[in-house]
């Protein structure tokens, strides 16, 4: 038997001495609605206060066919966007009246099915998805069920919305200003090649390329996936391949930049003379390297998606949005 005590309406109503429908009604802010009297209101609430006790949220599902809850699915909770993505929707969601519902992933396609689900078995009223996969079918039939909308990732040729970073330009702002300091040999790191942000951080890359006059040379070019070892491996492959260090290097993420730079420092043999990164960290402020990043503004991509969330709730049709970058310039 449990050691907690908890209480049930009809406790609240027994200790209020109302009836079960009477504590009910004033519990759920319905008491003016049928001329409960004050008295009466105040006697129930302040039993409730005493015993610190709320309405089942499951009942109210059930009455409402609404949760006041929301999904949120990442790839990974350790990722830095993706954590602040969560930090600044979570606020905003309850600002609104939700509860935000977060789970990962963990960049794998079972998991994300099996974490959706889950959620859908909680009765969320909308679902904030950071797609893992490239396949648009699956998220398609989900959302048929509930509201859905991308974050941070999109799928090409999917209806369904998305609010996405606008990597390419800053990107290539990067890329510009890099050659534009001399570097003959700009190097790139990158995560799964199907992903949407993979393939905007790429074009970013290649543009910048192009707009500096430079053609794209062999091994330049290296994607795996957004893990740190990853980072880790392309470096030392990259290293052995060249037999030097390229003069800049951008990674994809903080995470293949902390694999670059943990080979780097192991090695003590030197460093690109330019780093790029995307995404941004005040630890990046701290290093003996002027580390160049770009800077999402997850504030505005967790507040537009839940606008496009909240919107389809309400069974209005919404557009995709694309959220600008800036650029952390380091000395």
């Known amino acids: 038997m449990s050691q907690f005590i908890r209480l049930t309406m009809d406790d609240i109503a027994r200790l209020a001495n109302v009836s079960k429908t009477t504590a009910s009604l004033v519990l759920n802010g319905r008491s003016a609605e049928y001329r409960i009297a004050e008295s009466t209101k105040e006697r129930v609430l302040a039993i409730a206060r005493e015993h610190h006790f709320q309405p089942s949220q499951s009942a109210k599902t059930l009455r409402s066919r609404k949760s006041g809850t929301l999904g949120l699915l990442v790839p990974e909770l350790?990722?830095?966007?993706?954590?602040s993505l969560a930090q600044a929707l979570e606020p905003l969601c309850r600002e609104a009246g939700y509860q935000l519902l977060v789970m990962s992933s963990n960049e794998q396609a079972s998991m994300e099915t099996a974490g959706i689900e889950h959620l859908l078995t909680r009765q969320v009223d909308?679902?904030?998805?950071?797609?893992?996969?490239?396949?648009a079918t699956q998220y398609l039939k989900w959302s048929l069920r509930l509201p859905l909308v991308f974050v941070d990732r999109h799928i090409k040729d999917c209806p369904i919305p998305f609010v996405v970073t606008d990597a390419i330009d800053a990107v290539t702002s990067l890329v510009v200003?890099?050659?534009a300091a001399g570097s003959r040999?700009?190097?790139y790191f990158g995560g799964q090649a199907d992903l949407s942000p993979s393939q905007d951080r790429l074009a970013g890359y290649r543009k910048g390329l192009e707009l500096s006059g430079m053609t794209e040379q062999e091994h330049w070019?290296?994607?795996?996936d957004y893990l740190?070892?990853?980072g880790y491996?392309?470096?030392?492959?990259?290293?052995?391949?060249l037999g030097h260090y390229p003069d800049s290097l951008f990674t994809g993420s903080l995470t293949l930049l902390e694999g670059a730079l943990a080979y780097i420092n192991e090695k003590q043999n030197g460093s690109p003379a330019h780093l790029m990164t995307f995404d941004d960290h005040n630890l990046l402020n701290c290093l003996p390297w002027g580390i160049q990043s770009v800077v999402q503004d997850s504030q505005r991509l967790a507040s537009e998606s839940l606008v496009?969330?909240?919107?389809?709730?309400?069974?209005?049709?919404v557009d995709s949005a694309w959220i600008s970058a800036s650029l952390h310039q380091r000395p």
């Not at 350790?78 to 954590?83: I, P, T």
């Not at 392309?234 to 391949?241: D, G, Q």
């Open 126 to 135: 909308g679902l904030i998805v950071v797609p893992c996969s490239s396949d």
């Open 233 to 241: 491996s392309m470096m030392a492959e990259c290293y052995e391949r």
């Open 177 to 179: 200003q890099a050659i």
């Open 308 to 317: 496009r969330v909240l919107k389809l709730m309400q069974g209005e049709t």
């Open 221 to 224: 070019v290296w994607q795996r």
């Open 185 to 187: 040999e700009v190097v």
């Open 78 to 83: 350790s990722n830095f966007a993706h954590a």
């Open 228 to 230: 740190r070892p990853s």
